[in-house]
Nanobody, 124 residues
């Protein structure tokens, strides 16, 4: 069983930065790929970024590539999402997720564990 708790969301202005954190409980955190997804009001959940268990491999959605960076600290069982140059269209609830098969998938169906989400709001 893996429990995930996100933090770091908030209200900022366009162009600002935020760093989201996701703390994981349970064993073998370094064996899991971790992903970030987001869901805006009235829209489906969409992929943001993912990172392999070792941290050696990452993958990003085109809409955030070059602005967002996913990273992890396996000693602290935590994954991060550094978000720079934020835009109003980045407004959403952000979720972290864990894939025990370490596949760095863009599809949410591959992730078996999810956090409760953290709200990110970007004002123009």
């Amino acid at each position: 069983q893996v429990q995930l708790v996100e933090s770091g969301g908030g209200l900022v202005q366009a162009g600002d930065s935020l760093r989201l954190s996701c703390a994981a409980s349970g064993r073998a955190f370094s064996a899991y790929a971790m992903g970030w997804f987001r869901q805006a009001p009235g829209k489906e959940r969409e992929f943001v970024a993912t990172i392999s268990g070792s941290g050696d491999f990452t993958r990003y959605a085109g809409s955030v590539k070059g602005r967002f960076t996913i990273s992890r600290d396996n000693a602290r069982n935590t994954v991060f999402l550094q978000m720079n140059s934020l835009k109003p269209e980045d407004t959403a609830v952000y979720y972290c997720a864990a894939d025990q098969q370490n596949r760095i998938l863009a599809s949410s169906e591959g992730y078996g564990y999810w956090g409760q989400g953290t709200q990110v709001t970007i004002s123009s």
